[in-house]
């Protein structure tokens, strides 16, 4: 998804699936050199010597060799992976002369997974596992413009096996803060448990009403096929009577129109 519409295209086989029985979160699988997710050239995506930050969910079979979760342009402008069950990012340069950054805990095995890579116009690189930050260091600046316009890639040119599995890819050019970072994991792992729902009920995405109960913190959304009640962003409750123009949410009580 992009609210600037430009979303990403399917090449060859990716296989889509739930992150976990019942839940409505998809991951994406089967990820390969000739099977894989791709954005064309997106001149937002081109970071220079800016700051930028890319986060995903992985789940991958320990073994050895590269799994690249994200690619920019050709090999020699972004790489984005996990290499040699350790968690290590490697941003590389456009001649292909590359620095990395390595991770020092090895990201579990076969377990959906949060990991963040940041880089900061100051020469800052970070990487965070779980909302905790994992490493940092000052490296060379390099420049990360997709200087061929080639586009964005999801999970191509790297050794992604069947089992490995990626979830909720971003991009951005912005850094979160650590606190935004932890609280992104915080809010996202129970999105990842059998079961969890995270769209609202029903058919219609078009919201009627709104309403958050600060006592209980509880969001309501309504729709035409019901209210929906959100703790974060898991979906706990439902109702599955239309609602009008507005929700009044109170201490646990809730009226609608």
Same mark, same amino acid.
């Given at each position: 998804?992009?609210?600037?519409?430009?979303?990403?295209?399917?090449?060859?086989?990716?296989?889509?699936?739930? %992150? $976990?029985?019942?839940?409505?979160?998809? $991951?994406?699988?089967?990820?390969?050199?000739?099977?894989?997710?791709?954005?064309?050239? &997106?001149?937002?995506?081109?970071?220079? =010597?800016?700051?930028?930050?890319?986060?995903?969910?992985?789940?991958?079979?320990?073994?050895?060799?590269?799994k690249n979760m994200?690619?920019?342009?050709?090999?020699?402008? /972004? %790489?984005?992976?996990?290499?040699?069950?350790?968690?290590?990012?490697? *941003?590389?340069?456009?001649?292909?002369?590359? @620095?990395?950054?390595?991770?020092?805990?090895?990201? *579990? &095995?076969?377990?959906?997974?949060?990991? %963040?890579?940041?880089?900061?116009?100051?020469?800052?690189?970070?990487?965070?596992?779980?909302? %905790?930050?994992?490493?940092?260091?000052? +490296? =060379?600046?390099?420049?990360?413009?997709?200087?061929?316009? !080639?586009?964005?890639?999801?999970?191509?040119?790297?050794?992604?096996?069947?089992?490995?599995? /990626? #979830? +909720?890819?971003?991009?951005?050019? =912005? @850094?979160?803060?650590?606190?935004?970072i932890k609280k992104?994991?915080?809010?996202?792992?129970?999105?990842?448990?059998?079961?969890?729902?995270?769209?609202?009920?029903?058919?219609?995405? #078009?919201?009627?009403?709104?309403?958050?109960?600060?006592?209980?913190?509880? +969001?309501?959304?309504? !729709?035409? #096929?019901?209210?929906?009640?959100?703790?974060?962003?898991?979906? @706990?409750? &439902? !109702?599955?009577? $239309?609602?009008?123009?507005? @929700?009044?949410?109170?201490?646990?009580?809730?009226?609608?129109?």
């Amino acid at each position: 998804r992009s609210v600037n519409n430009n979303g990403l295209e399917v090449f060859g086989t990716v296989t889509k699936s739930a %992150v $976990a029985t019942g839940t409505d979160l998809m $991951a994406y699988s089967g990820l390969s050199e000739s099977n894989y997710l791709k954005q064309p050239y &997106n001149s937002d995506l081109d970071f220079g =010597t800016g700051d930028f930050s890319i986060m995903c969910w992985v789940k991958y079979a320990h073994s050895s060799g590269y799994k690249n979760m994200f690619l920019k342009g050709a090999v020699g402008h /972004l %790489v984005v992976l996990v290499k040699d069950n350790n968690n290590l990012f490697s *941003p590389y340069t456009n001649n292909g002369s590359g @620095i990395t950054l390595t991770g020092t805990n090895t990201l *579990p &095995n076969n377990v959906w997974t949060h990991v %963040v890579y940041t880089r900061s116009s100051s020469g800052l690189n970070q990487s965070f596992i779980n909302g %905790v930050l994992d490493s940092s260091a000052v +490296l =060379t600046l390099v420049n990360v413009n997709d200087t061929s316009n !080639t586009g964005t890639f999801i999970g191509k040119d790297g050794d992604l096996a069947s089992g490995d599995s /990626l #979830a +909720l890819t971003r991009v951005s050019s =912005t @850094i979160p803060s650590p606190e935004q970072i932890k609280k992104i994991y915080e809010d996202e792992k129970f999105l990842f448990q059998e079961n969890a729902k995270a769209t609202l009920y029903g058919s219609s995405d #078009a919201v009627t009403a709104l309403a958050y109960d600060d006592d209980t913190e509880l +969001l309501h959304a309504g !729709t035409s #096929a019901g209210r929906s009640v959100f703790q974060g962003l898991r979906r @706990i409750d &439902n !109702t599955t009577d $239309a609602v009008g123009a507005a @929700i009044s949410a109170s201490n646990g009580m809730v009226a609608e129109d």
